[in-house]
Every structure is written in C-alpha cells, then in structure tokens.
C-alpha cells in the first residue's frame, strides 16, 4: 500500500482519503486500496478527494473500479472532489455515483440513495 491514504472507519461508513495527484504512477495502489475499502460492515465507502488537485484517466479508472466493486457488494460509493469534479462530471459518473463538495455532506446524507442502473465509464449515456 502506497502512505498517501488514510482509511477511517465511522460505523457502518468507511472514508479513504486520496492523495493531492493520482495518475499512472499511484494508480494501481489507489485502486488497490480502494478495493481493499469495500470490506464486510462498509454500508457506505466515501472516497475523499476534496484535497486531490489533479487525476487523470488512470486514476478515474481506479474510482470506476471501485464503484463496480461496490455495486457488487452492496456498498454505497460517494465521492467528494473539488478540483477534479469536472472530470467525473464529465464522464456522467456524476449520474450513478453521488458526488458531494465536502466530506461533511457526504457523512451527513444519511440515506443510501437507490441504486443506479447505469455504469460510469461503460460508454453509455
């Protein structure tokens, strides 16, 4: 595991903080311990990048990764980003993955939202 991460578990919730890039060189170990996040007792994974300033599409393939992973699982995704928002917005992963500005708000809505039947990245829109 890479040292730019830090796993918290809240009850049921889990928050993994990303580091401030994610590009080829730590995208496998973010995608890794992604992965490793969605464990027996996470009802609610919060992938926090609200301090990540750059993420380019090996690190959006990661988050993809994980949101499938989670589905599987029965894990609620949510994603906090700020800087790299667009990114996801632009790939419509914004249409099945909750995204919230600030970790607050994710831990806040309390309420798993319903599943969503679309796949970010699956080139359907």
């Excluded at 040292?3 to 993994?16: D, M, S, T």
């Excluded at 750059?54 to 609620?76: E, L, N, P």
């Excluded at 700020?82 to 249409?95: H, K, P, Q, S, Y």
């Amino acid at each position: 595991m890479f040292e730019e991460y830090l796993l918290q578990r809240l009850g049921p919730h889990a928050v993994i903080t990303m580091p401030a890039e994610i590009d080829l060189t730590n995208a496998d170990q973010v995608c890794q311990a992604l992965l490793a996040a969605v464990s027996p007792g996470v009802a609610v994974l919060v992938i926090d990048m609200s301090r990540t300033t750059f993420c380019d599409s090996a690190g959006v393939h990661a988050v993809i990764s994980a949101y499938r992973h989670a589905a599987t699982t029965g894990t609620q995704l949510r994603l906090v980003a700020t800087t790299v928002l667009r990114i996801f917005t632009i790939i419509g992963a914004d249409e099945v993955i909750p995204l919230y500005p600030t970790l607050d708000e994710a831990l806040a809505d309390a309420a798993p939202a319903p599943a969503a039947s679309g796949d970010p990245g699956d080139g359907r829109r």
